[in-house]
């Protein structure tokens, strides 16, 4: 039984093979939180990890006394998980325990993505009940264990039982009291592409905070941190993660007491999230997923990359292989027609391509981003036959198509905001910002899902798509939902974002087999909620190899390869002028879902033999690729900076594909090694290297070689330092390992 409630002490203890996660119920009450860790044995009482012998000067005040569910107001100074201020103004919140249930398996979440089970034997779930009897407002915690993954979920749903209404003032998802301070924090930080970078610094006293309040979790910051010991490595260590399965404005933080001790929160951004709840009404908190790993940041990852592969993304793409695609963005950005299209199509299909992409400018009167943003009908000026024909013509060539859209927006130019101006987010007579000359439709407003529901619904039926990329390129500002009261405009940015799940919920429901990619400017809305819609995501922008491999590295410190959109594109690099050669470019878009971004009718000969040998190569292995364990050998974030490396293991050890980047070439290296990671020490491994070269580092590789001393010794780079400088910058390596044991 993975939660063991221990009456005489009040304890709840939920724990699987290798994690333990203890809470008690005080004396007064109050739910503490005893214990996050390895496992500990069942049967005993853990209640003295509560310090209740610490006695500060006023012994009265909670101070550092860890807590399941912190609130303000009783003698708790830390940073809370849940405030409100009640209809007298007060603001006072004493959470008493009043019962609990045990139950097997997942409950979902009213209006919101969260994590499941397949079957109730995969996860217990507690459900507590708490009470502040003053206002009687209740919270029914909800903590969840997976049986074999170490995992803890967490949410909770509040619910006004009294008489007046209460403002929810902060409402987190998650806090985690830690017993000392001896970490560091990462987090995923950027800006448009440029995402996910990681930084990672050692917790001072005093707090620290990531946040969005642009109204989508955003460029700058991913919804998640991660606690290591100075020591934790990538491989070996205390890692712990937080990760929280929402979309929108959001707070992570973490704050080191004068004692300390530490408590990290994720959850709603206080600042920009609140809520009224009348009497008898209710909010659901999202979730958040909690993992702790002894095996260090890399174990972290590989918990979060199995639970969002397998009980995060739903719907009928989640297991199966993701096709390579074609999108026509970056080829031919708004200038085309049907037979451009096809032509490209044409020639994906003969480089291999299994799905090509017509990305924006296909509806309205699209010729650049000054217009049509809410005309979901074909531009027959570009398209004159209709979307149907132009399918049925890439469907002939053997290829699934694809199609961009971008609901969630309009242009001031365009039809409907002509006869909807009132949709647009914003206060009526009040100037409103335009950025990529759009303004942001309210979804909080559910005329407005219904039109988009029906409009995109009716593009989605018109003809046999199968992948749809939906796009969100802007931020929120002014907000204001003009359908809300004034007492309700504090909800505004959550209730955005209820409304782009709901749309989301309707459409997949209604296509159940599109494959949806979700896309916000690249990488602006890449997050666990969006996972569970759309299985794969658009990871950023920027196609430049060199860039690509840092934000690749960071974004697979949560989320696994087969969501991260990888694209090799043309040369030179749109983005920051870059020209990389061909191999390095697809060497590192194989590390994800690999696609191309280019116009493939101005490939020339050897480029064309090169690309169709790729995605031959690629698709061969990207099974091993999207469900292997994936480990980062090499971090393009420390040392000079100058070399990345990673790898994909097979579940048994026999298969293994290696990627090693350097940027620049420097003069004269020494002999160096890249110790691998994963393999079976017992195994004789193969080792091959694509893409073949007569050159010092195949005669110095290909071989069979030991696990064992791949793991202990490593690779061999540089055996030639001549060579090897020669070879220029921007260099890359897949090196393949197949077992020969029996
Ligand atoms: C931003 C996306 O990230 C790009 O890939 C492309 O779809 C453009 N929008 C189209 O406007």
Known sequence: MPIEWRKGERQLHLHNDSISYVMRVLESGTLAHLYCGPRLASGHDYSHLVRSSFISRFNQVLDPIPMELPTAGSGDFRVPMLTVRHADGSTVLDLIYREHSITAGKPPLDGLPSTYVDDEAEAETVEIVLVDGHSSLKVRLLT???????????????????????????????????????????????????????????????????????????????????????STTEAAGEAIG????????????????????????????????????????????????????????????DAYHRLYRERLATGSWRDKPRPVLLNSWEGVYFDFDEDTLVEMATAAKDLG???????????????????????WTVDLRKLPSGLPELVERVNELGLLFGLWIEPEMVNPRSRLFEEHAEWAVGF???????????????????????????????????????????????????????????????????????????????????????????????????????????????????????????????????????????????????????????????????????????????????????????????????????????????????????????????????????????????????????RLRGLDPGARYRVTIWPDADDWVTRA???????????????????????SQARGDFQARIFELESLSE
């Open 242 to 301: 937080m990760s929280l399965v929402y979309s929108g404005n959001f707070l992570a933080q973490v704050e080191v007491d004068p004692y300390d001790t530490v408590r990290a929160r994720i959850g709603f951004d206080p600042e920009t999230i609140r809520w009224q709840i009348t009497p008898g009404m209710d909010l659901q908190i999202p979730e958040a997923v909690l993992v702790w790993s002894d095996d260090g940041i890399g174990g972290v990852s």
């Open 701 to 723: 590789n290909v071989m069979e070689r030991g696990g064992d001393e791949l793991m202990s010794q490593g690779l061999f780079l540089d055996d030639h330092a001549w060579e």
């Open 428 to 674: 009526p007579g009040r100037p409103r910002s335009e950025l990529r000359n759009q303004y942001v439709l309210d979804m909080s407003n559910i005329d407005v899902v219904d039109y988009l529901e029906r409009v995109v619904g009716n593009v989605l039926n018109s003809a046999p798509i199968s992948y749809v990329k939906w796009d969100m390129n802007r931020v929120i500002t002014e907000p204001y939902g003009a359908s809300l009261p004034p007492e309700r405009q504090n909800e505004f940015f959550h209730r955005y974002m209820l409304g782009v799940y709901d749309l989301y919920a309707r459409l997949t429901e209604r296509f159940p087999d599109i494959l949806f990619e979700s896309c916000a400017g690249g990488g602006g809305r890449n997050d666990p909620g969006m996972l569970a819609f759309a299985p794969q995501a658009w990871t950023s922008d920027d196609t430049d190899a060199i860039e690509r491999q840092r934000i690749q590295y960071g974004t697979s410190l949560v989320y696994p390869l087969v969501a991260m959109g990888a694209h090799v594109s043309d040369v030179p690099n749109h983005q920051v002028g870059r020209s990389t050669p061909l191999d390095t470019r697809a060497a590192v878009a194989f590390f994800g879902n690999l696609g191309y971004e280019l116009d493939p009718r101005k490939l020339d000969d050897v480029e064309v033999e090169r690309v169709q040998g790729q995605i031959a190569w690629y698709k061969e292995r990207r099974q091993l690729l999207h469900t292997g364990r994936f480990h980062r050998l090499v971090s393009p974030f420390e040392g000079d900076r100058n070399e990345t490396a990673w790898m994909t293991v097979a579940d048994d050890g026999r298969h293994a594909l290696v990627g090693w980047y350097r940027t620049l070439s420097r003069p004269m290296p020494g002999p160096s090694l890249l």
């Open 353 to 375: 391509a299994e799905l090509f992409v017509l990305d924006d400018g296909w509806f309205g009167q699209r010729d650049d981003d000054t217009s049509s943003l809410g005309d």
């Open 144 to 230: 969840t264990i997976y049986a074999d993954r170490p995992v803890v979920t967490r949410s909770m749903r509040v619910t006004n039982d009294g008489t007046g209404d209460v403002k929810l003032t902060t409402a987190m998802s998650a806090a985690l009291d830690l017993p000392d301070s001896d970490w560091h924090l990462l987090q995923l930080t950027g800006a448009w592409a440029r995402e996910t970078h990681i930084v990672d610094a050692p917790l001072v006293s005093g707090t620290r905070a990531v946040r969005s309040q642009r109204g989508s979790s955003g460029h700058h910051q991913n919804p998640f941190i991660l606690l290591r010991r100075p």
